[in-house]
């Protein structure tokens, strides 16, 4: 059968996550007329762009355990989607239970994982990246498609050392594979299957992935993009779109404390102090990029586990500064948001950005999604509105 | 005698208020070594430009009540000045009082002002225009100088109609001052006055002044700069900085509701209802002209007189908006910030960009310094992050 | 037929207001097994009393719009009313709608109202009295009970002016009213039937109702308990319960500025300066009666209309204070309340505390009723946890 | 000479502390006629009562390092102190000075310590006891005194093991400290002194001292009053005050989290996990002992330390509740109040109702002074409002 030049496939890492259960029903709901609140692209500003069509994006993807009805029952409850959605979309979610491939999971969760996931663990690392190629392979032939994108939202890994030879951009991963330890983070293993089926990547949760010097090296080379690292959503967009207002008036932040709080499958793995370090990394990095005329700025940044509050992300943050003449003045600010809700279009206008990229043969780390990370691959620039500057300039390239 | 090249007389209107205190005072801290933070020109990214120098700024300015002297002790035991430089300035404090000249109150304030001022009521508008002229020679013959700009920080005016001819930019003010009502609002005399001495006239706190069409025409072919309208200091600084994020992440406003506080004379001023309108007007034009997308915005601005804030203005921001699949999030804000030491420093920004126009040859109004203002004189764009470029773009030319 | 002596008639004017529905719907839920979250009287410390029970409450009412289908549909979307008790409850509310009698609207509002009630407007106060009476005797009868209670849940009325002669507590209000206005407050209607069927009478939302001194005169000469006014359900709940902490350690508070804002009917109805006026006043004066020892406070109340909160009553207060030495500090809070789902349990304790009075024999405003009101008829204490002693000594004469 | 019956000795442990110098400082600003905010004991309520005249009051103290002129400037600067108050009592400051007697370091700070403070290490427990109370009988003749408190303001200390025979309320604290490791915790060896020469100790500030049964018990049967534990003077005291509401109303509290900040010595101190420990236990037991029927409740207590801070303690609060049906809500609160001038003047009422119980001949832990305390002595009653109506009734047996 011939392919269908309109018809995308978006595979997912950890599809049966709140993030992805959004999306699944996003796209649903976008083709029965909802408004697309919350995408980037979709704003008349780049109304005129060549952009992949939504309404054709197809969900498959991997998962490790769950169940795709409780995942959507359990939004609806929270109130992040429309309980007449998830009614409708009953139909749809059979279907994708239906394609979901075994995940990779890490070792220490062998006891937590379904059968098929636990059996993939059995696998060498380069077994492994030829298991997830072939699921590549198989859903774009099922689909009659030659587009795809891979967009990585597993829950945040534990934090692993990695041999040397990866920090170097010329190496080549595939064969750094072979001698590779078995606990190897699975996001790399999920990148190089992608990169190897010429599929771009997306690191949107906080994982190595294509952050990995050698395996980024290796997407460029093979012409493939990659976007990442660690979706900007919340408390962290806050900052960067704040920060320089505090820059450009030159007030001096003496104290800016971050107080986390979420409930969702992603706040539980954050209980564990190794996966948290990464993701609070992430998010310590970009206040002292931003302000750097405030050289002994105290950044604090907590993260709690707080059940209740299940996908609604709340981060109270307090901003200490002083203006003229030493004056000490405070901003403190509360937002509370869906986790899900506020990630899942991005990983709407982050697919097209990929699909972009790839029709303009710029494979590699692409910076021009700089606006949508935490920790952009390969950009210095944290302030929100510059990286909006970027994004425009490569989306017109002409001006 | 000859002119000193490096003095710049400073004549504020309302010079004994609380930003004029803090100016005045501000000056003698930076001589005796304090950082000027809160200074958007102060910092290394424009050290190179050729700036006039704060340290050689000489206050001067009208007033229609108060001493100076205690308006310093209320705003060093409000912790806005400290302490110790409130001391060092007695002298300082005292040759001001000795310069200071009447100002030209509102015919309804006969009572409240001081003598001098009311004397002044007597008064034709084109005998006032006169005596500001003359105030503003003979402080430019005293300080040796031609470098000067005025810069109005009386409290808001009482709002009044204008006769239709001032909104033609062709119009000649001159000439429309001899047939305006002996009432016309003090701002216009102030900026005449000082356009026809070729002296910048900033438009600080809510007045017509410069922005009545005639008046900037007349500046404009007088060749003077003229800057405004209403400087940006707090929460609407904050809504102009954070109101870009909802429109680039196309987040749905649907209310945005801002309590202001504050305790200081400007608040008690605006417990006039007919005082408040022009300010509330300036505050709530921001976001429906940055947020275009949210059509059925509620915007909701409050100000407050609540005495025991002094000069410390608190502004409790709800913001209320949809994501993806209509899900409804929040943001909340508190500010708390001092009125005159977030004006003061922006006070001597605008002095010498003032005069970096006039050296130019650039009069009339100064569409870079929009930044700086809540309603900026000829200029749309309200969105603080690209009203810095404006800046930027304007100080380096070449790039 | 013989009346049955569980049954309890709970007659409702508004009945297909928000509260109202919540109120009907939440009974039905306690009847499943739902656990009676916010009911005072359910709870432990008061297990033994002997109380009414709440699954035997049937709920009628009147209401002069509106349609109870779509009022507990607008109540799911929000996130009051879980969705699957929505959508249990259909046969209820078509029981409902079928009893529902017409109300007597406000003289402004004829052509906002139904025919029905429309109708009675034709009617002279005395004829509505006994229109009313007409249909409590006539669920009285159909539910085959003695027990009932009447609670006001209408929307804030316009305030009007009464005649001198009804703020006699010995003058007899049935007399009065043959002389009385047309357009005479409809909860004083409401009131006279309940209490001339010897059935207690609620204030819930603000209204003269009972708390006029001829009403609540009469309500204690005809032995019938009267019980209001104003629910204290949100902000002023927690000004009651924070202040005595300032009173009892002595810290001087400055000032309590209030911003509340609401989206629902209730809101919309306080858009009317006029009908706002009771409320704001309500709220204003349980401050200064806890803080006597802060004389010059400044209290600030506003009340704003934002659509988009339908139910959800938020409101942010500002509380700047005075400790040791005169040293500033200051407390926030925001509070985030469905209106509805904080009245419908007190609506229900009202209920049961209303009837535990009838049953005692005890007539006239119950003082024991206090914590659960803005302006307690007849108790001069506003402190909510002196007001809780009072109902604890109430319910446990003995101790 | 005669004892002056009207003079009391206010022997602090910490005396050159923020607390210590706030209440040096306030007794004198009492004195010139100051008002006494936030002492509880100096209100109109009880004015009538017997209560020691803290203008008599005269500090003398231990301190292990600092200046005491230092320490007022920092508390000018900060805004905690009026900075005329600050200069008037250089004097006073003085003579601290010359009377403060070297503190008993924990051994591990030997090298922070001055060259006094140091040689004590070199003591027994035994003898540093002696010690001590020679430095109270040594006050206590300068002053001509028979009336004296000992009041515990030390940064928190590490947290220690104690031998299990001082769980023993029998046992003799004296014995025991022949056999007591070297290490021992400080706070025991002061309130041994104090009780062995007969002096009433409060253990303000989180230290065993009087919670220690061995030396509760000690302190009952030499007729000694002791009072503690853990001053309560802001966040506990707002959770203490709000969280009955919420008992009272049956609101389901899903999760209390709060955030507090503070920046002074002490907040430096709790950077030690270890000394941290004693502090967070007391904080957090406060809310399961309200909200018995919250079983589930989810409770996070972070302190943290932000330098720019100083005394100006922050706590944010996040409580989620649930109401009727379930629906979930929230309160949020911001608390901004500077440490010292919240614990100074309890500072004040402690003493005196330490002397009215040693005058009434109350030995032991004094129950009616739980309102002030984190973790009352041998008190379950945490809710504020009860723990006011104890004192009431200790203060007017009669009624």
Redesign the interface.
């Known amino acids: 059968m011939n392919p269908d030049p309109n018809q995308t496939g978006l595979f997912l890492v950890g599809v049966r996550g709140a993030i992805g259960t ?1 999306v699944l ?2 796209i649903e ?1 976008l083709r029965s007329g ?1 408004p ?5 692209t ?3 500003e780049f109304a005129d762009l060549d952009w992949a069509d939504y309404e054709r994006f197809s969900v498959r993807g991997w998962d490790v355990a769950g169940d795709a009805h409780r995942a959507a029952d359990d939004l609806a409850r929270t ?5 007449d ?1 998830v009614e409708l979309s009953g139909g749809l979610r059979d279907r994708l239970e239906m394609s979901i491939a075994p995940g990779v999971p890490e070792p220490e969760d062998r006891q937590l994982v379904d059968r098929r996931s636990a059996d993939r663990l059995d696998l060498s690392p380069v077994e492994m990246v030829e298991a997830l190629r072939g699921d590549i392979r198989e859903w774009m032939s099922e689909l009659r498609t030659r587009k795809a994108v891979v967009v990585y939202l597993a829950s945040a890994e534990r934090s692993r050392d990695l041999p040397e030879a990866w920090m170097d951009p010329e190496a080549d991963p595939i064969k750094l594979l072979m001698t590779a330890p078995m606990d190897i983070s699975r996001s790399i293993l999920y990148a190089l299957a992608a990169i190897e089926e010429e599929v771009p990547f997306v690191n949107f949760t906080p994982a190595p992935g294509a952050t990995v010097p050698a395996v980024a090296g290796h997407a460029r080379r093979k012409n493939v993009s990659v976007l990442g690292n660690d979706g900007k959503t919340g408390e962290t ?2 900052k960067t ?2 920060a ?2 505090f820059r ?5 932040v ?2 800016w ?1 971050g ?1 986390n ?1 979420l409930g969702n499958k992603d706040g539980a793995a954050l209980e564990d102090p190794d996966r948290k370090a990464t993701k609070v990394a992430n998010k310590d990095a970009v206040l002292p990029a931003i302000l750097k ?1 405030s050289p002994n700025m ?1 950044v ?1 940044v ?1 993260i ?1 586990f ?4 299940h996908d609604w992300k ?1 981060a ?1 943050d ?1 901003i ?1 500064f ?17 986790d899900s ?2 990630a ?2 991005l990983v709407l206008d982050l697919t097209r950005l990929a699909l972009m990229a790839q029709s303009r043969g710029e494979g590699g780390p692409l910076h021009a999604a700089a ?1 949508f990370f935490k920790q952009p691959l390969e950009v210095e620039e944290h302030d ?3 990286q ?1 500057e970027l994004l425009r300039k490569w989306l017109r390239p002409a001006t």
């Open positions: 959004t029903h996003g709901g909802m697309p609140i919350g995408m980037v979709a704003g008349p109130g992040v989607l429309p309980p959605l967009l806050l779109s704040l320089p207002m450009d008036r030159r007030l001096h003496m104290s404390e107080f709080m005329e105290h604090g907590r709690d707080v059940p209740s509050l709340t109270m307090y200490h002083q203006g003229f003449l030493g004056a000490k003045m405070s901003l403190q600010f509360t937002w509370q948001g869906s809700a506020l899942a279009p606006a929100f509105h510059r909006m």
